[in-house]
């Protein structure tokens, strides 16, 4: 089964570090998300890229954030610097745009102590 | 914007069925989905609808009315493996917007 792959899986770091966290997408899904779940939010949309072009990133702090994507096997979300409040399970998802659903990743736990 | 509202919590038996209410306003409308997420898991597809009417597969059902804005997943014959959270999640344009998702806890 074709699936997006995310790392890491789990990330604790202290606040002021840089974070990167990596996507992966299904070979030939034209469309990425970033999201970002709470248990106090549920989840947000952070940034959306559509044939690797930034459309959306209205749901990302622009200050300490920024997505990335360099090439079409790989998306990047870094936080610098990262804050406590930061800490969250962030899923990257990918699809086909106007067809259906997205598939989502594993997700990166991210703790910011 | 999104407004997206389905129950917190539904508990059932094995075996029995549950319906989960999910009731949206949004200022476009491309399709609705549900989702499925066991703790600590992603989300995984369950089912997608864009018109009015009942689609099933297997043991899931999903019902869409666009001009109420109201759907319900039905999960029918439940297992202990049901036991997870739903989430509603409305498509508009390219935006997939998520409601707070129902956890769903099958008791033996």
């Known amino acids: 089964d074709a699936r997006v792959t995310q790392t890491p899986r789990d990330k604790v770091t202290e606040m002021g570090q840089e974070v990167t966290m990596r996507c992966q997408p299904i070979?030939?899904?034209?469309?990425v998300f970033w999201y970002r779940q709470t248990m106090k939010q549920g989840l947000e949309l952070l940034a959306y890229f559509r044939n690797r072009a930034p459309l959306d990133d209205s749901g990302m702090p622009k200050d300490r954030f920024s997505a990335e994507m360099p090439d079409a096997t790989l998306a990047t979300l870094k936080i610098q610097p990262s804050e406590p409040r930061d800490s969250a399970v962030y899923f990257c998802?990918?699809?086909?745009?106007?067809?259906?659903?997205?598939?989502f990743g594993s997700g990166t736990r991210l703790t910011v102590v | 914007g999104q407004n997206i509202d389905q129950p917190t919590e539904m508990t059932a038996t094995e075996g029995a069925i549950v319906q989960i209410n999910c009731t949206y306003q949004?200022?476009?409308?491309?399709?609705l989905f549900w989702y499925q997420q066991h703790a600590g898991e992603a989300p995984t597809f369950l089912s997608y609808?864009?018109?009015?009417g009942l689609e099933e597969k297997g043991r899931f059902s999903s019902f869409l009315s666009r001009s109420k804005g109201y759907s319900y997943l039905l999960l029918k014959e439940l297992q202990m493996k049901d036991s997870a959270s739903y989430l509603c999640?409305?498509?508009?344009?390219?935006?997939?917007?998520f409601g707070a998702g129902t956890t769903v806890t099958v008791r033996a």
């Open positions: 070979l030939g899904h034209n469309t």
């Open positions: 999640a409305v498509k508009n344009d390219y935006k997939l917007s």
């Open positions: 949004t200022s476009g409308f491309n399709g």
């Open positions: 998802a990918s699809g086909l745009h106007d067809s259906g659903g997205y598939t």
């Open positions: 609808n864009v018109l009015d």
